[in-house]
């Protein structure tokens, strides 16, 4: 993924930048140990969820670096999922949770910033929820207007094309729903994506 090895060439940069030796260290070697992972599986068209997961603690704790604790985040996996017996695509996850970052959590300005990722299993298929409490999707676009910063997102755009040929290709059957959350008078109040993965490759999922 292009788009991700440029931001974090770019962070680096910016600790070197700033004469933050140590910080650079250390994200270079997270950086250089997540690119190893991907590495070690390019021959292979999917990865096991199990190796989707490591590679996704290693990017937040590199995000959670790079943004020096401007958010808390935690990873939940539920205990009776065998990951090796799910296949995803690489960099399923990232996307949704860069944007969840970014665009959500970075620009509240609050002080509770929260990311949170469950993966739990019902019936014949994997949940993988990614919430924020961020600013919503609606108020990230208005700003994005106001900062005149009109790009599509790079990430939200190929993450979708990659989903629409895996299924065309009936490689695999992964759904996507993402919910604007909202409280009793319509302030936002985060977003929540929910990715469902399902183990039964001869059916399709209607979410």
Same mark, same amino acid.
């Given at each position: 993924?292009?788009?991700?090895?440029?931001?974090?060439?770019?962070?680096?940069? #910016?600790? %070197?930048?700033?004469?933050? =030796?140590?910080?650079?260290?250390?994200?270079?070697?997270?950086?250089?140990?997540?690119?190893?992972?991907?590495?070690?599986?390019?021959?292979? #068209?999917?990865?096991?969820?199990?190796?989707?997961?490591?590679?996704? =603690?290693?990017?937040?704790?590199?995000?959670?670096?790079?943004?020096?604790?401007?958010?808390?985040?935690?990873?939940?996996?539920?205990?009776?999922?065998?990951?090796?017996?799910?296949?995803?695509?690489?960099?399923?996850?990232?996307?949704?949770?860069?944007?969840?970052?970014?665009?959500?959590? %970075?620009?509240?300005? =609050?002080? $509770? $910033?929260?990311?949170?990722?469950?993966? *739990?299993?019902?019936?014949? #298929?994997? %949940?993988?929820? %990614?919430?924020?409490?961020?600013?919503?999707?609606? *108020?990230?676009?208005?700003?994005?207007?106001?900062?005149?910063?009109?790009? *599509?997102?790079?990430? $939200?755009?190929?993450s979708k094309e990659r989903l629409e040929m895996i299924r065309a290709l009936k490689l695999a059957y992964i759904s996507e729903v993402i919910t604007d959350l909202k409280d009793s008078t319509g302030s936002p109040l985060g977003t929540k994506i929910e990715i469902y993965i399902s183990k039964n490759n001869h059916s399709?999922? #209607?979410?």
């Open positions: 993924n292009p788009h991700f090895i440029f931001n974090s060439l770019n962070a680096i940069q #910016q600790f %070197i930048n700033t004469e933050n =030796k140590k910080a650079a260290n250390d994200y270079l070697s997270r950086f250089a140990r997540l690119m190893r992972l991907y590495l070690n599986g390019s021959d292979s #068209q999917f990865i096991s969820l199990e190796q989707e997961l490591e590679v996704l =603690k290693l990017y937040c704790s590199l995000e959670h670096l790079r943004f020096a604790d401007k958010f808390q985040y935690s990873i939940t996996i539920d205990h009776d999922i065998d990951l090796k017996d799910y296949l995803v695509p690489a960099m399923l996850l990232q996307p949704h949770v860069e944007n969840a970052i970014r665009h959500g959590l %970075i620009p509240s300005g =609050k002080d $509770n $910033n929260l990311l949170t990722i469950f993966v *739990r299993q019902a019936d014949q #298929q994997i %949940i993988c929820t %990614i919430q924020d409490n961020g600013i919503g999707r609606e *108020r990230s676009w208005e700003l994005k207007l106001k900062q005149k910063v009109l790009h *599509r997102s790079m990430g $939200n755009k190929i399709v999922i #209607q979410v």
